[in-house]
C-alpha cells in the first residue's frame, strides 16, 4: 500500500465561547477552504468523516450540506479530545487502504464557558475506573480534566524532583511562539513570574496559565492517495508517513502519569518510528497536545524527546524551541489558541502541513522536512502521525 497525503488544509481562527459563529458556519468554512486549496471538486470526495464530542448525531452531515450534497458517506466521529484526529486516522486509512482515493477529515466544537463536565450524570461515566485511581491516591476533588492532569503534575515533581516553575517555563515559551502566530488567540508575551503568580486552579501549584482554555472553532483537510495527487497535478502535498492509534490497557491504572496517557503515548510513537522508518532525532517540528502544561511536559517523554525524568533538563536547554533539538508547539498549541476539542486534531494538522511546506510565515522552523503530530483524549485514545515534505 502507498501512503496517503494532505492535499490541502484550512481552519478558523478560534473564538471565545459565546463570540463564535455556529458550527456549521465555521466547519463548512474550513472544509471549503481545504477543497480550494486542494484545487479539486467536491464531486472527488469518496467519503467524509467529521469529529465533533458536543452536539446531536449527524450534526457532521449538517455541516458538509453547506458546501456540497453529493450523496457519500458522513462518518460522525467521538472520541474525546482526539475526535479530530481518530477522522484524520480514518480518512488516511481509507485512503491507504484503497478504499478510496480520496477522502476529507474535518473537526468543529462549540464549547461552553469553564471547565468540561459531564453531559451524561443519569448513567455510568467511562471514567469511574480513572476517578477510583485519584481517590486511592488523595488527590483533591476538582472536574474531571483539572483532576487528571493536576495529579499528574504533582505526581511527576515527586517522582523526578521537578519544580512548579518547569510546567511555567514551557507555557512562556508557548505563548512566545504564538505571538508569532496570527490564528493563535492569545498571543501577549508571559514572563515565569506571570504564570506562576496566576490564580490556583489545583493543589497548591498549577495555575490558571497552565491551563488551556476553552474556545470554539473548525478545522479540515482532504486525504488523498498518490495517484490521485499526480492525476490532478495537486501542488503542495505533504506525505503521512506513520500514523497509529492506542487506546489504554491495565497499565493505565499503575499512576496518575499513565493514567493521562504517557503509555498510549509511547506506543503510539513507537509504531509510528517504526512504520516510517523515521526515528525521533529526524523530527524538525511537533505539534502535542498540551492541553496542561503539565501534559506537554509529560508527552516530551511519551514521545521520546527527551529520557524519562529528564524533562527539565530539556526545557532548560530551550530543546522544545527554535534552535534547539525540535520546535514543539509554533502555532502556540492548546494553550494559545484554544481547545475546540473536534477541531483541535485537525489544527495540529494544519499547522505542520504548513511548516512542511514552508508557507508558516514569521513561525516557520527552518528548514522543516519531518512533523510529528500528538493529539489526546482521556477514556481514551493517542493518535501519533508523522508527516513528511514531499
Known sequence: MSNAFIAGVDMVKFAKPGQQKSYREMASSAILGAIKEAGIHPSQIEQAYGGYIYGDSTSAQHAVYDVFMTGIPVINVNNNCSSGSTALFLARQAVQGGAVECALAFGFEEMQPGALGSHWDDRESPFDNFMKVLDDGDYPEAPLALRCFGAAGQYYMDQYGASPDLFAKVAVKTRRHAMANPLALFNNALSVEEVMAA???????????????????????IVCSEEFARRNAIRGRVEIVGQAMTTDTPETWADPIKLVGADMTRRAALSVYEQSGIGVDDVDVVELHDCFTTNEVITYEGLGLCAEGEATAFVDAADNTYGGKCVVNPSGGLMSKGHPIGATGLAQCYELVNQLRGTAGQRQVPNARVGLQHNLGLGGAAVVTMYRSV
Not at 490556583?200 to 483537510?221: N, Q, S
Open 199 to 221: 490564580p490556583v486552579v489545583y493543589m497548591d501549584f498549577l495555575t490558571r496559565l497552565m491551563c488551556c482554555p476553552p474556545t470554539c472553532g473548525a478545522g479540515a483537510a
